[in-house]
């Protein structure tokens, strides 16, 4: 288990009866089970814990006190069932959740063939998901949602697979950062993609990519016409 008060945490051991091993704990909502490194781990999502208009895609194993993270494997036949080999810490398995309706392609890209589904993106990367790939699938007209925001940014692929998205956003309010994406972090790409119309913000850093980049961005046009009212605000044609 974890202790310890403010911002000093330590793993706590349990040993065995009949063997000097280590057991660590699985975490799913307030339910603890003990483990061995190296022992088979099998859990079931609850769908009573996803959110109406969402389902379970997928599941992630965070450590709880270190920011490792492991992916699980589907088990064959059994829906919402994940294993995963146990690590050396303590660790929580929490949903990977998409909104409904959404296609994936063999390689896991979560596939945007209109603005509805350009829509259900957003909305699921902004439940956490800021590792999710996705690619374009033909051009998007009408885009009016803002800027994509996860914290600290986006750190999957968003393949624009040669399309473009013509946007219509209007912001006064006043923001830090400005784009398709509020911030791209350093494992994050966006290639392929051109973006059309017309963003009129009031921002410390806009683009039409991303208001702040750290990753990848590659192979992107920007042909939308971009008015910053910010005073002193930095605005690029790509990004910020």
Known sequence: METGTG???KTELIFADDEHLPYYF???GEDRTPYQPGSLV???LPETAVDEGYEICGAEVKGLVFSDRFEPSPVEGQANTYSFTMPRMSCTVEHVVAAKGLERDENGYFLVKSLDDLKKVKNTIEKG???LNVKLMADIDGYQ???IRVSPGYEGTFDGNHHSITVDLKDSTERERYGLFDVVEDN???K???IQGKMEVN???AGAIAGQNHGTVTDCVNNAEIVNEKNGGASGGIVG
């Open 42 to 44: 099998e859990v079931t």
């Open 7 to 9: 911002e000093e945490k």
């Open 188 to 190: 994050g790409v966006v």
């Open 26 to 28: 699985v975490q799913m």
């Open 145 to 147: 949602e803002g800027p």
């Open 203 to 205: 921002a410390s850093y």
């Open 129 to 131: 998901n800021d590792d």
């Open 192 to 194: 392929d993609l051109t």
